[in-house]
C-alpha cells in the first residue's frame, strides 16, 4: 500500500497523472478494441470511400471497411512491436554501456569508440538498410528497430556509468570486495535511472515512428496484418479527395508519443528518491557542539604533546610503507615514500593540492584507478600483504575508510540501513536484524539523533554532519585495525568539524585504533596528529610531530611556509604568505642544508612530479 507521501509525491507531479492516463486509455483500446470492433474493421462492404457521418465516425476505406475501428484495432499490434523493439534496445543497449567499464581499458576504448560511431548514423536510416537486408515482415521490423535503438542506450549508460563508477561508495564496494556485477546492478544502475528512464519512454516513441515508417515504405507489417503505418499506407491514394482516412492513424500515433514521453519523465522523477522533496534532518545540538577553531579544540581533543616519532620507517609499526612509489604512465604521482603507523598512533599527511596525499591513502586500501599502479619494498598491515591479492574479507574488515566528501559516500538509491549494514551482513555473517541493533548503538555512541529513523532514510535526509558521522560509524563497525580518514572534515563548516575530530580522537583511544589522517588544515593536522608526514610533488619533504606544529618549532622552511600561509598563523591585520619553495631546491642544497630560498626564482622551478590531490 502506498504511503501518505507516495500518494502526494504522485498528485504533484502532473507528467506521470497525465502520461498515465493517456497510456492507461491506450492499453484500454488495445485490449478491447480487436474482440469488438474486428468485424467493422475488416469486413469488405460495399460502402466503399464513405465521408464521416454517423455510421462511420470518419467514413470508410475503398474496401467499405471503417476507418476509425481499423485505427483502435491496429492499435494492438503497433503497440506490441513498439514495446518489443524498445525493451530489445533497452536490455542490450544498457548491458553493452555498463558491461563495457569491466573490460580492460584497450577494449572498453575500442567499444566506446565504436559505439559513437554507430550513434552518428541516423537509426532509421540503419533500420531501413537491416529491414531491407531481412525483407519484410513483422519480425524482422522489429528486429531492424531494435538493432538500430541499440547504439543511443549504450552511450548514454557508459557515459552515466563512468560518472556513477567514481564516487565514493563504488569504491567503497570494491573494497569490499563486491563483485563488478553486482556493483553494476546494486550501486550504478540506480543511478542512473532516470536519465535511463526519460530515454526509454522517447524511445519507445521513435519507435513507435521507425515502425509506422517501415510499415509506411512496405518494409513491416504484411497483408492481411496491419498497424498504424499500414494504415498510412493504404490511405495514400485517396488523401487528397478523402482526407480524413488519414486522420486516425496519425492522431493516434501523436498521442501514444506524447502519452509515453509524459509517463516516462513522471516517472523518472517518482523513483529518484533524490526528488521527493525531503528537507534535511535536523541535526539538533549534535552538530553544534565544538568549538570554531581547531587550535582551542577541547581538551579530550588536544594529542599529547610531542607524541610520536620523526624517523624513519619502524619495523614494529602496524602499517607498514616502504618505497612506495605511484605511476600513472610515464608520470611519478608518488616518489619512494616510507613511513609506518603502530597501534593507537595517528599518522598525518599535509601538503598542498596535488601533493599525492590521496593517492597514497587510495595504494594502502587498493582503491587506485585503472592505469595507475604502485610498487613498494613492503606495504604490509601486519601480517596482511597489501602490494598481492589480499583476502577480501580481510580487507574490507581491517582497513575503514572515511571519505572527504559525506553525500558522495552513500549511494543515493539505498537506504542508509542497507549501507552502513552492509560490511557486518556479508563478510561478518551478521543477521540482519542483529547488524542493524549493532549500528543503531553505533550511532547512538557518535551522537546521531533519533539512531533507527536514520536506518531508514535516504542519503539526502541526513545533514552533511550525520552523514559523515554516519560514514565514522560504518567505517568502525567491524573494528578496523586501520582507520583512513581522506580529508573527513573539508566539507563540514567549523562547528561540525569539531565534534567530528572529536568522535577521531575517542576511536583512536577506546579502540586503539591506527589512523592515517589526511587534510590541508594544519591546525587540525597539529591538534589530531602523533606524527605528521608533509609532502610535496609526492615526497615526503619533512616529517615532524603534531606538538611541534602546535607550537610552530618546525624546522623545514616548507613547512614553516605552510604554517605562514595558514590564516590562522596570521595576526589580524597580517598579510598571509605564499610558499614559494621546491622540492628541486631543497635537495640541491650541500650536505643537505635546508635553504632559505623562498624567493621567485625558486618558485618558477618545477617539482619532480605533480602527483594527485
Not at 221 to 244: C, H, K, M, T
Not at 499 to 520: C, G, K, W
Not at 551 to 576: D, I, Q
Request: aromatic share 2%; with cysteine; charged share 15%.
Amino acid at each position: 500500500m502506498a504511503t501518505d507521501a507516495t500518494v502526494r509525491r504522485r498528485r504533484r507531479n502532473p507528467s506521470l497523472l497525465s502520461g498515465a492516463v493517456i497510456v492507461g486509455l491506450l492499453l484500454v483500446v488495445a485490449l478491447v478494441a480487436p474482440p469488438l470492433l474486428s468485424g467493422s474493421a475488416e469486413t469488405l462492404t460495399g460502402d466503399a470511400r464513405l465521408g464521416p457521418g454517423a455510421g462511420h465516425l470518419l467514413g470508410t476505406d475503398a474496401f467499405g471497411r471503417d476507418v476509425l475501428a481499423r485505427a483502435l484495432v491496429a492499435t494492438r499490434l503497433t503497440l506490441l512491436m513498439a514495446a518489443a523493439a524498445t525493451a530489445a534496445s533497452f536490455v542490450v543497449g544498457v548491458a553493452i554501456g555498463t558491461l563495457v567499464h569491466l573490460a580492460p581499458g584497450w577494449l572498453r576504448e575500442t567499444c566506446l569508440r565504436l559505439i559513437d560511431s554507430a550513434v552518428a548514423f541516423p537509426s532509421l536510416v540503419l533500420a531501413l538498410v537491416i529491414a531491407a537486408v531481412l525483407g519484410p515482415g513483422t519480425v524482422p521490423a522489429i528486429v531492424a528497430i531494435a538493432v538500430a535503438g541499440v547504439p543511443g542506450f549504450a552511450r548514454l549508460t557508459a557515459n552515466l556509468a563512468a560518472t556513477v563508477a567514481d564516487k565514493d561508495y563504488v569504491l567503497t564496494a570494491r573494497l569490499l570486495g563486491v563483485p563488478g556485477l553486482r556493483i553494476l546492478g546494486r550501486h550504478v544502475l540506480p543511478n542512473i535511472s532516470g536519465p535511463l528512464l526519460v530515454l526509454l519512454s522517447s524511445s519507445f516513441t521513435l519507435s513507435l515512428l521507425d515502425i509506422s515508417s517501415l510499415s509506411f515504405v512496405g518494409l513491416g507489417v504484411q497483408n492481411p496484418q496491419y498497424d498504424w503505418g499500414r494504415l498510412l499506407n493504404e490511405a495514400l491514394p485517396s488523401i487528397f479527395a478523402q482526407p480524413s482516412v488519414v486522420l486516425a492513424p496519425s492522431i493516434m500515433l501523436i498521442v501514444t508519443g506524447v502519452g509515453a514521453m509524459l509517463l516516462g519523465d513522471g516517472v523518472a522523477s517518482l523513483v529518484d528518491p533524490r526528488t521527493r522533496g525531503t528537507a534535511p534532518a535536523s541535526t539538533g545540538t549534535a552538530d553544534a557542539a565544538g568549538p570554531a577553531d581547531p587550535a582551542q579544540a577541547p581538551r579530550a581533543l588536544q594529542a599529547p604533546g610531542g607524541a610520536g616519532t620523526a624517523a624513519d620507517t619502524e619495523t614494529d609499526g602496524l602499517l607498514t610503507v616502504a618505497g612506495l612509489t605511484v605511476r600513472a604512465g610515464d608520470r611519478t604521482l608518488v616518489d619512494d615514500v616510507s613511513f609506518t603507523i603502530g597501534a593507537g598512533q595517528i599518522v598525518g599527511l599535509v601538503g598542498e593540492s596535488g601533493s599525492g596525499k590521496s593517492t597514497i591513502a587510495m595504494a594502502v586500501a587498493g582503491l587506485l584507478p585503472e592505469g595507475v599502479r604502485a610498487n613498494a619494498s613492503r606495504l604490509a598491515l601486519g601480517d596482511l600483504d597489501l602490494l598481492g591479492t589480499p583476502p577480501e574479507r580481510r580487507l574490507a574488515t581491517e582497513i575503514g575508510i572515511v571519505y572527504q566528501d559525506p553525500i558522495g559516500t552513500f549511494n543515493p538509491a539505498l537506504k542508509l540501513g542497507t549501507q552502513l549494514t552492509e560490511v557486518a551482513r556479508v563478510h561478518l555473517r551478521t543477521p540482519r536484524r542483529r547488524a542493524a541493533q549493532d549500528m543503531v548503538r553505533a550511532l547512538a555512541d557518535i551522537h546521531v539523533t533519533e539512531p533507527e529513523r536514520r536506518l531508514r532514510q535516504h542519503p539526502h535526509e541526513l545533514s552533511g554532519g550525520m552523514l559523515q558521522r554516519a560514514s565514522i560509524a560504518s567505517a568502525m563497525t567491524t573494528n578496523p585495525r586501520l582507520l583512513i580518514a581522506d580529508e573527513p572534515t573539508t566539507a563540514l563548516d567549523v562547528t561540525v568539524q569539531a565534534e567530528v575530530l572529536r568522535q577521531f580522537r575517542r576511536i583512536n583511544r577506546e579502540h586503539d585504533t591506527a589512523m592515517l589522517f589526511i587534510s590541508h588544515d594544519i591546525g587540525v593536522v597539529g591538534v589530531l596528529c602523533d606524527t605528521v608526514l608533509v609532502l610535496h610533488g609526492g615526497r615526503v619533504v619533512d616529517r615532524t610531530t603534531g606538538g611541534d606544529l602546535r607550537r610552530g618549532t618546525v624546522t623545514h622552511p616548507y613547512t614553516r611556509a605552510l604554517l605562514a600561509a595558514t590564516p590562522a598563523a596570521v595576526e589580524a591585520g597580517g598579510t598571509l604568505s605564499a610558499v614559494r619553495w621546491t622540492a628541486d631546491a631543497h635537495a640541491a642544497q650541500p650536505n643537505g642544508t635546508p635553504p632559505d630560498d623562498l624567493s621567485d626564482k625558486a618558485a618558477d622551478r618545477p617539482p619532480a612530479a605533480e602527483g594527485s590531490r
